[in-house]
C-alpha cells in the first residue's frame, strides 16, 4: 500500500471540515509556535461558503493532516502597509503594481501537523487541491509569505519543488511574530513547463488534470 491509498483530500465547506482544519492549525500556530491566543479567528467561520476564500484539508489515514488557504480577493492596502523590500535578482518588478494588474491569488494557512512532515504527500496533496481549483477559477499566480529562519518554513518545499520566486521582504504581517517574511511569486504556466521537465512523481502528481492555464500549450 503506497501513501496514495493513505491520503484524501477536500474542500472545507461544512462546520466539521473546520473543525478538522482547527485541529491542525492550533497544533501547528497556537501549541507548536505560540503565534497566536485567539486561534478561533485563524479559520474564521464566515470563511464557509465564501467566495473570496477556500480553504482545504488534507487527511492521512482519516485523521487530519494538513491544512491550506486559498484568497482570491487579495488585500492590497495590507500588502502597501507591510512596506515590501525589493530582493536583488526580482527582474525589476514593481511587486504592489504586479499585484494589482495580474490575476493573483494569495496561498497561506499552510500547515502540516508533526507527525506527518516526513510524508511530502501531505504538502504535495495540498498544493493540488488548492492550486487546481485556483487554476479553475481563471487566475495566474500566486503570492505567499514564508518567514525566515523559522525551523519548519516551507521555502525549501515552495522553492525547490513548486518553483516559487522570492521577489521581496518585509517585516510585519498578519502574524505577529518576530521572524522576516519572504514574499514569493508562483505563475502557475511556467510552473507546469518545469513540472513536465523534471517529470518526478511528485511532480506528475501535483500536476496530473490540470489544465486551463494560459501557456500550457507553449
Known amino acids: 500500500m503506497s501513501q496514495l491509498d493513505h491520503i484524501e483530500s477536500l474542500k472545507a465547506t461544512t462546520p466539521a471540515h473546520r473543525d478538522e482544519c482547527l485541529t491542525v492549525l492550533r497544533e501547528v500556530y497556537a501549541a507548536e509556535k505560540e503565534w497566536v491566543q485567539d486561534d478561533t479567528h485563524l479559520f474564521a467561520e464566515s470563511d464557509l461558503g465564501s467566495e473570496a476564500v477556500s480553504w482545504f484539508l488534507v487527511r492521512f489515514d482519516g485523521q487530519p493532516a494538513g491544512v491550506v488557504r486559498v484568497l482570491y480577493e487579495l488585500p492590497l492596502d495590507l500588502y502597501k502597509d507591510y512596506g515590501l523590500k525589493l530582493l536583488d535578482g526580482a527582474g525589476g518588478i514593481n ?37 487546481h481549483e485556483t487554476v479553475n477559477r481563471g487566475f495566474t499566480h500566486y503570492v505567499t509569505d514564508v518567514f525566515e529562519g523559522e525551523e519548519h518554513s516551507p521555502l525549501a518545499f515552495h522553492r525547490k519543488v513548486l518553483g516559487f520566486q522570492p521577489v521581496a521582504t518585509h517585516d510585519h504581517g498578519e502574524i505577529d511574530v518576530a521572524y522576516r517574511r519572504i514574499t514569493m511569486l508562483l505563475d502557475f504556466a511556467e510552473a507546469y513547463r518545469q513540472f513536465k521537465k523534471r517529470n518526478t512523481f511528485i511532480h506528475r502528481f501535483i500536476a496530473e488534470g490540470l489544465s486551463g492555464v494560459p501557456g500550457l500549450q507553449s
Not at 500547515?111 to 516526513?118: G, I, K, L, M, Q
Request: glycine share 2%.
Open 95 to 131: 511587486v504592489e503594481e504586479f499585484l494589482a494588474k495580474n490575476r493573483i491569488a494569495e496561498i497561506g494557512r499552510f500547515a502540516v501537523a508533526d507527525a506527518y512532515r516526513r510524508k511530502i504527500l501531505v504538502a504535495a496533496a495540498l498544493m493540488r487541491i488548492a492550486s
